[in-house]
């Protein structure tokens, strides 16, 4: 097989995770926020860079290439992910309790049958379904249905970490809100982190606490919700709050930023900025030089070179 090219689906991704903190992850198709979700859980595995999971007690490892036998049991446990497509991540051959219970064996967490049984109804209840469906199959389900079997699977071995991964986008928008609002509720009562994944970022900005926004691959601006809410710097995240129906940019004294085109692809990425075939604030060095990340108030990071020239400015003026 000849090889034509290669995809550097993630290039500028530093962040880490705390226990019972949310960072949601916003950015159009494309932009290798997915990709950033399965590396984390270790579907895809990482050319560059690292990636540290931290234990229960404290103890950390070194997982970027891979799960040793020490720590694979922990992490998987740790560690769940629900995905975008509630149609595919179910076994269409197994009820609903042998779907439900598949982690539960796996990590031994009830070794009494009755017992099992009973926490399969506990979850099937606790994710607003009627415990007696355990014994039906995935197809007899709606797709909002769906995501509820899919999401008291990836709780019932009670991780700290849960990835979804645009767990909405795939639904009737009459159930979306539903199921984000179970989800708020299951992390108010598991105390687990979250990291949200989507393309909405109204979805994520009630999701979250940290917000980090991803273009072609690369984070070009992360900051507390609140401040990309009040403050979104980086034209890409302007863009993206313009989109928002009832955001009111004359209110946050901000313009309406436009987004044109689709994003470039990243088998041939542009050079310096990747944002700069579509930014209407472009200037020479945007084609030349990548902008680095710049703390412009405390926790919140852009990478542009126009908060540069702010920032060059203000520090020439004191
Ligand atoms: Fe636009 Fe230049 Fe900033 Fe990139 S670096 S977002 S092209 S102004």
Same mark, same amino acid.
């Given at each position: 097989?000849?090889?034509?090219?290669?995809?550097?689906?993630?290039?500028?991704?530093?962040?880490?995770?705390?226990?019972?903190?949310?960072?949601?992850?916003?950015?159009?198709?494309?932009?290798?926020?997915?990709?950033?979700?399965?590396?984390?859980?270790?579907?895809?595995?990482?050319?560059?860079?690292?990636?540290?999971?931290?234990?229960?007690?404290?103890?950390?490892?070194?997982?970027?290439?891979?799960?040793?036998?020490?720590?694979?049991?922990?992490?998987?446990?740790?560690? +769940?992910? $629900?995905?975008?497509?509630?149609?595919? /991540?179910?076994? *269409? !051959?197994?009820? =609903?309790? &042998?779907?439900?219970?598949?982690?539960?064996?796996?990590?031994?967490?009830?070794?009494?049958?009755?017992?099992?049984?009973?926490?399969?109804?506990?979850?099937?209840?606790?994710?607003?379904?009627?415990?007696?469906?355990?014994?039906?199959?995935?197809?007899?389900?709606?797709?909002?249905?769906? +995501?509820? $079997?899919?999401?008291?699977?990836?709780? /019932?071995?009670? *991780? !700290?970490?849960? =990835?979804? &991964?645009?767990?909405?986008?795939?639904?009737?928008?009459?159930?979306?809100?539903?199921?984000?609002?179970?989800?708020?509720?299951?992390?108010?009562?598991?105390?687990?982190?979250?990291?949200?994944?989507?393309?909405?970022?109204?979805?994520?900005?009630?999701?979250?606490?940290?917000?980090?926004?991803?273009?072609?691959?690369?984070?070009?601006?992360?900051?507390?919700?609140?401040?990309?809410?009040?403050?979104?710097?980086?034209?890409?995240?302007?863009?993206?709050?313009?989109?928002?129906?009832?955001?009111?940019?004359?209110?946050?004294?901000?313009?309406?930023?436009?987004?044109?085109?689709?994003?470039?692809?990243?088998?041939?990425?542009?050079?310096?900025?990747?944002?700069?075939?579509?930014?209407?604030?472009?200037?020479?060095?945007?084609?030349?030089?990548?902008?680095?990340?710049?703390?412009?108030?405390?926790?919140?990071?852009?990478?542009?070179?126009?908060?540069?020239?702010?920032?060059?400015?203000?520090?020439?003026?004191?």
């Amino acid at each position: 097989m000849q090889v034509t090219g290669y995809v550097k689906a993630l290039e500028k991704v530093d962040f880490s995770i705390s226990e019972r903190e949310t960072i949601g992850i916003v950015g159009e198709s494309g932009c290798g926020k997915s990709t950033l979700g399965k590396t984390l859980v270790k579907i895809h595995e990482p050319t560059a860079g690292s990636i540290i999971y931290f234990d229960p007690n404290g103890k950390s490892y070194d997982i970027t290439n891979g799960l040793t036998k020490e720590v694979r049991s922990t992490f998987r446990k740790d560690v +769940q992910m $629900i995905f975008q497509n509630p149609y595919d /991540s179910l076994d *269409p !051959r197994m009820t =609903i309790r &042998d779907t439900i219970l598949e982690p539960i064996q796996t990590h031994k967490l009830f070794k009494n049958l009755k017992d099992q049984d009973r926490y399969v109804r506990e979850l099937l209840s606790k994710v607003g379904l009627d415990p007696d469906y355990g014994k039906r199959y995935p197809h007899e389900f709606s797709g909002g249905q769906r +995501q509820r $079997i899919a999401i008291a699977r990836s709780i /019932s071995v009670n *991780p !700290r970490l849960l =990835i979804c &991964d645009e767990p909405t986008s795939a639904l009737d928008v009459s159930v979306q809100s539903q199921i984000i609002n179970l989800l708020k509720q299951i992390q108010r009562e598991h105390n687990m982190a979250f990291i949200f994944i989507s393309h909405n970022l109204d979805v994520v900005y009630h999701m979250s606490d940290r917000i980090l926004v991803m273009y072609l691959g690369n984070i070009v601006e992360s900051a507390p919700s609140r401040a990309i809410f009040d403050n979104p710097t980086h034209p890409y995240t302007q863009a993206l709050m313009s989109a928002i129906p009832n955001w009111n940019p004359r209110e946050r004294k901000l313009g309406t930023v436009k987004l044109e085109g689709e994003p470039p692809s990243p088998i041939n990425p542009p050079t310096g900025c990747p944002f700069h075939p579509r930014c209407e604030f472009r200037m020479d060095i945007c084609a030349r030089a990548k902008p680095e990340p710049t703390e412009i108030s405390s926790g919140h990071f852009c990478a542009c070179h126009l908060r540069d020239l702010t920032i060059d400015s203000s520090r020439s003026a004191g």
